[in-house]
């Protein structure tokens, strides 16, 4: 809270205190969406530069939760090539590959095969520069492997875990998720409006998720229940 709000009378001052933490909860249970892990057909694994969302992935595979996971990724479109991202400043053995990868899917591939995935069970794409072709592509890899995919299992960044259901719940209309998230940049539900750079990347993510929207609205309206990469009209920014 700052410094002009707090000074307020105590009146005033519960009042904004109030509309604030009504602001503050709205955006934190609309964009930190998770859900228990069920079983599933598939995990899908959004394309990435941070090992998190493979180890997550990974560990649900193991436990049975899952017989496929579908990472995705070639690389960000605004980078023009992969660059590692690590949350904790530190490499492992299994981020150790990262100099020699040149796609997302092969970074993140290679990180469940060194968890314990067996090869076989790790669908390829890597096509995809940003969020939404991480949906489309995962989507025509799926029709191509003819896998029907009832349930599925989401595995992402906290923070992004809204955009991500929205976009892979646009592809598959039919499919119920569950969004098993893992925290990078040391990003959580309950710390993210504490510091600048936090909110910066949680409320970038509001802004996305309506100006972004405005595509899929158009695709319903075209009546169009899922769009293929051939339909892709008007890009979206960042990510």
């Known amino acids: 809270m700052s410094d002009s709000l707090m000074s307020r009378d105590p009146v005033q001052n519960q009042e904004a205190s109030g509309a604030f933490r009504m602001y503050l909860d709205g955006i934190t249970s609309f964009i930190f969406q998770e859900d228990q892990p069920e079983k599933a057909d598939i995990i899908f694994v959004p394309g990435g530069n941070y090992p998190e969302a493979a180890e997550r992935a990974a560990q649900l595979y193991l436990e049975g939760y ?61 096509q995809a520069t940003f969020t939404w072709e991480n949906a489309i592509f995962s989507r025509k890899v799926c029709e191509s492997r003819h896998i029907k ?12 875990a809204r955009r991500c259901l929205m976009y892979y719940g646009q592809q598959f209309p039919e499919t119920q998720f569950f969004v098993c998230p893992v925290s990078t940049r040391g990003i959580t539900r309950d710390n993210w409006y504490l510091d600048p750079e936090k909110a910066d990347v949680v409320l970038s993510e509001v802004e996305r998720c309506g100006a972004q929207f405005h595509e899929i609205v158009r695709h319903y309206r075209e009546g169009k229940s899922y769009c293929r990469p051939d339909d892709w009209k008007s890009p979206f920014g960042r990510g």
């Open 66 to 126: 899952a017989p496929l996971i579908c990472p995705s990724g070639k690389y960000s479109r605004l980078k023009g090539h992969f660059e590692l991202t690590l949350s904790s400043g530190e490499r492992s053995e299994e981020t150790a590959c990262a100099p020699d990868c040149q796609t997302e899917w092969e970074f993140l591939s290679t990180i469940l095969i060194r968890k314990g995935v067996p090869g076989e069970a790790i669908l390829e794409e890597r």
């Open 149 to 160: 995919v009832q349930r599925a299992i989401l595995c992402c960044q906290n923070w992004h």
